[in-house]
């Protein structure tokens, strides 16, 4: 079982910077990371989900087209937590933001709360 909890979305100008957080606990011991491809998701209002950025087991990154080059996503593995680093807001990226963790090879997706971001323009 994984638990996530997200933290760091807010109200910022277009322009500016927002950090999410995404906490992982889980119920066996050991870096989340061994095991699940994390990653954060958005939802927009009357929009579909979408993804923004994963990191896989091995570190590598991918981006939504949208969001290269403006976003960033990292990792703590002392502390399993990933990072969305944000910059250049637009207003477009107002949405509730959500953090997914998959097991690696499995359908087994966890989700957590989402946390709203808000650019104003």
């Known amino acids: 079982q994984v638990q996530l909890v997200e933290s760091g979305g807010g109200l910022v100008q277009a322009g500016g910077s927002l950090r999410l957080a995404c906490a992982a606990s889980?119920?066996?011991?050991?870096?989340?990371?061994?095991?699940?491809?994390v990653g954060w998701h958005r939802q927009a209002p009357g929009k579909q989900r979408e993804l923004v950025a994963t990191?896989?087991?091995?570190?590598?990154?991918h981006y939504a087209l949208s969001v290269e080059g403006r976003f960033a996503i990292s990792r703590d593995n002392a502390k399993n937590t990933v990072y969305l680093q944000m910059n250049s807001l637009k207003s477009e990226d107002t949405a509730v933001y959500y953090c997914?963790?998959?097991?690696?090879?499995?359908?087994?997706?966890?989700w957590g709360q989402g946390t709203q971001v808000t650019v104003s323009s």
């Open positions: 997914n963790a998959r097991r690696y090879g499995t359908n087994l997706n966890y």
């Open positions: 889980k119920s066996t011991s050991g870096s989340i990371f061994s095991n699940y491809v």
């Open positions: 990191l896989t087991l091995g570190g590598t990154t």
